[in-house]
């Protein structure tokens, strides 16, 4: 069984900084795509960075400069560093593991970010 879970989410203050963790189990975060993902209210699902099997990251323009995604083979954990947050950051943030050619894609449940002006 396959198993996503965040966490690290909160209320934080403009500027301020936050680490989201996505704990994962029954799949192996070296071995695909992963990525963090966010969804604002009224708004649709957005990507915020990946990061590939052979540690190639890729980020949103929005949050490029702010944010580091990382992973830890040894965990089995991803994770998103936020720093220099802004209102518009305010969202749930989902952990993804990518598909690959035999297995489908999984979200987490999300953890909520909250940033205050």
């Known amino acids: 069984q396959v198993q996503l879970v965040e966490s690290g989410g909160g209320l934080v203050q403009a500027g301020g900084s936050l680490r989201l963790s996505c704990a994962v189990s029954?799949?192996?975060?070296?071995?695909?795509?992963m990525g963090w993902y966010r969804q604002a209210p009224g708004k649709q699902r957005e990507l915020v960075a990946t990061?590939?099997?052979?540690?190639?990251?890729n980020y949103a323009d929005s949050v490029k400069g702010r944010c580091t995604i990382s992973g830890d083979n040894a965990k089995n954990t991803m994770y998103l560093y936020m720093n220099g947050l802004k209102p518009e950051d305010t969202a749930v943030y989902y952990c993804?593991?990518?598909?690959?050619?035999?297995?489908?894609?999984?979200w987490g449940q999300g953890t909520q970010v909250t940033v205050s002006s």
């Open positions: 990061i590939t099997s052979g540690s190639s990251t």
């Open positions: 029954g799949i192996n975060v070296g071995t695909r795509t």
């Open positions: 993804n593991a990518g598909p690959t050619f035999i297995s489908r894609a999984y």
